[in-house]
């Protein structure tokens, strides 16, 4: 236990809480990172993901693309970017972004996906514009899923924002690879401590914002069924992208 | 290309420490999940809190996780022990969701029929529930022997040597190739262990193979064209 | 009035779904498109709201060819109702009643104080106005579903199978709920099923398909019923096994209609 006492006295040091590399920088950094890299990567792929599952085409090369993109390393992208373009920030967020597209775009196109193809046929019917049944129908009912694809994209970011440090000179990452250079375990694990706290507060902001999202009417389908066993033959998981490539 | 032909053995070598590392990793997250899963499944109240505690351990970085797990184990930091731990943790997080859902996928009917026929609990879990559940654990399995591979090399840069250190050491020293080579390497080896897993499972479940093909989700346009 | 000129469609995988189809739907009336599946008369259906465009012929509303209207702007001035009521699940009951007069750029005001009416007008409490379609039963959801498909005040209501989900009681009391409502607004109504029981019961016109988009016979129910048009008519309808023969027998002086079974079907006037 006297590691965590090491990581504590870390912690509660005044010296790390101010100037150049300071804890509150490297939070700053870390949450100015992953939230550039959060909005590039959105703007290309939720937008992509959003066409696949309203036209149905595509949806092969999108799989493949969202599965194979997540077998790649991530330490590997980090390293090769890093050689190929230098020290400075484009290289770590380049590589971010090309990892944090495979679950946005398979959230994406899965939420749009799931609305019940009657649904959009009736609001055809009525006489929405293509652009209406995206926007007022596929949208909001597909919300729940889109943003658990923006949930798992924000956990994969962060976790490799920390992972970025070691090519670049950013975020919370620098502490644990500071400590690991110098062995000061209390280093490295105040670091980690922090990086975990960031994550799980982040994480449970989209928890809570997963469930606003959830339009009342469905909330309202989910207690029916509840009540009255499975009428659909396909269920919609709150947050089916969780898998694959973390870190 | 030079720096790949004089160092073959050395990826050889690497593929091989890290068939060593994540394999273990893989087998013990299925074997520890799938209990997990089914204790979700089987007792409502259980689910909820059991895969909130999935999702908090998937949230921590990996990086984080391997550099604390030793405060707790006690462990060296290279220990290659402690690494495995840390990937076990990270696949039970990643399987624990869908062996609940595989377990779910076992129609009602079929569990009750065979509870009618005179099958015990045990009985009925070895010789219905499990091998219906199959075809989803495997899915679940597939995704675990994907990220388990790509997780592992992170462990390179704590000082555990594996495909990743290949990363580190070309990143160090500016060989391009020994990057490159690390990447197709690392996903050579997940493609393979997934293509065994693939046919393991045709070989223990031979009554899946057919059904593969047509249950396929149908696309949007095909089902505007069926309801027109 | 409808009228189908020489309607052909085939699918781009070369299934034919109707072929060379002529008739004229009457205004006002009720006709209704039968047969199983695979005979079409969805396809025909969507047809007339561009839901579907035909690959040969001509879909005329009152002598305008449809394909010359905007798809969008046609369907809005038309109602649609189809089997699983096609509510919005996000939506309240009142929202969904007043979505094409929304669309329409109706007040919000206005649009809502009409979808009330509707509500009676259907035969639905206006205390459900504020519930979600999930929490309605499947009869009170297919109300709702006319309630919308009536909303813009069209001249034509389509409706695809619209009772094939509920279960006989309910569809019992929709036909009859139906069949009072057309008495009052005498819409042009196109209506889908494939249960020739309620196309006699709904249908001033009714028009039997067969399989591959061909119309059999186009007709009202009693002249189907005296004249089958060929055996495949008098097969769907069941007049060649008997099942619609009925006859008259004596009981204590008065004169009751019997059915095939020795059912008694009712008595006879006079």
Known sequence: MNLFLDAFAWLADPANWTGPGSIPQRIAEHLWVSALVLVIASAIALPLGALVGHTGRGREPAVMVSGGLRALPTLGVLTLFGIWIGIGLAAPVIALVILAIPPLLAGAYAGFESVDRRTIDAARAMGMRELQVVGKVELPLGMPIVVGGIRSATLQIIATATLAAYIADEGLGRFIFAGLKTRDYGEMLGGSILVILLALVIDGCFALTQRVVVPAGVRATRTAELRSGPTRSRTIVGRPNTEGNQE | MNWLWSNLDLVGELMLVHLALSVPAIILSFVVSVPIGWLAHRYRWSRGVLLSICGLLYAIPSLALFIALPAFTGLSLRSPVNLVIALTLYGVAVIVRTSADAFDSVERDIRQSATAVGYSAAGRFWGVELPLAGPVLLSGLRVVIVSTVSLATVGAVIGVPSLGSLFTDGFQRGIQIEIITGIVATIVLALGLDALSVLLGRLLMPWTRRASSNGRVLTARRVREETA | ?270
Request: net charge negative; no cysteine; charged share 25%.
């Open chain 3, 1 to 270: 009035m409808i009228e189908f000129r020489g309607v052909t469609k085939q699918f781009p995988d070369g299934t034919i779904a109707v072929h060379d189809v002529d008739i004229v739907i009457p205004p006002r009336k009720t006709t209704v498109l039968v047969g199983s599946s695979g005979s079409g008369k969805t396809t025909l259906l969507r047809m007339i709201n561009r839901m579907v465009d035909p690959t040969g012929g001509q879909v005329l509303i009152d002598g305008t060819d449809v394909a010359t209207v905007d798809p969008v702007k046609l369907r809005r001035g038309i109602g649609y109702v189809m089997q699983n009521s096609g509510l919005l699940p996000h939506r309240k009951v009142i929202d969904n009643v007043a979505t094409v007069p929304l669309l329409r750029g109706e007040s919000r005001r206005a649009a809502h104080a009409h979808a009330l009416e509707l509500l009676d007008t259907v035969g639905l409490d206006r205390s459900l106005a504020d519930r979600y379609p999930a929490q309605l039963s499947g009869g009170q959801q297919q109300r709702v579903g006319v309630a919308r498909g009536l909303a813009v005040d069209p001249n034509i209501l389509l409706m695809d199978e619209p009772f094939g989900a509920v279960d006989p009681i309910v569809r019992a009391e929709l036909q009859q709920e139906l069949l009072r409502l057309q008495g009052e607004l005498g819409k042009t109504v196109v209506f889908v099923t494939h249960d020739i029981d309620e196309a006699f019961l709904l249908g001033d016109q009714v028009v039997i398909m067969q399989q591959g988009g061909l119309i059999s016979q186009a007709a009202s129910p009693a002249e189907i019923l005296a004249h089958p048009a060929d055996s495949f008519v008098a097969d769907f309808v069941g007049a060649d096994r008997g099942k619609r023969a009925l006859h008259v027998t004596e009981v204590d002086g008065r004169r009751v209609v019997v059915d095939a079974d020795g059912r008694a079907a009712g008595v006879l006037a006079s």
